[in-house]
């Protein structure tokens, strides 16, 4: 039985929320679209597009290999942490929200997980 690509997309959403803690998760694509969300608020994908955009603009003026993860203090004792999810193919960028940062540790899992879910649903295009 195929399974469809968003509700893959869903499931791996509530997942990742409860692995993580977070309320808030979006993943963009390379424009800064907003590919999948759950739960975002309206100007935390547009806020993640633009901080991700400054760090990879930094990356390559300084031709150097900053770490492709950022954490930002929001209000209310509030962290956004995003990541680049880089395949063969396009560039995404997660963003997770809630009380506290995540940790590298599953930031890892779920950045593999995503990546996993990309790979399986463009190889049944």
Do not use: C
């Amino acid at each position: 039985m195929k399974v469809e690509p968003w509700k893959r997309f869903d499931a791996f959403l509530e997942w990742a929320a409860k692995l993580t803690g977070s309320e808030t998760i979006f993943v963009l694509d390379s424009e800064g679209l907003v590919l999948v969300s759950r739960t975002a608020e309206r100007d935390l994908p547009a806020l993640g597009a633009a901080l991700f955009n400054l760090l990879r603009r930094l990356q390559d003026a300084l031709d150097s290999s900053i770490e492709g993860t950022l954490t930002v203090a929001l209000e209310g004792d509030r962290h956004l942490v995003l990541t680049d999810v880089d395949l063969a193919w396009d560039r995404y960028v997660m963003g997770l929200a809630g009380q506290r940062a995540v940790t590298r540790s599953r930031l890892s899992i779920v950045s593999e997980k995503f990546a996993e879910i990309l790979t399986e649903s463009d190889e049944e295009t």
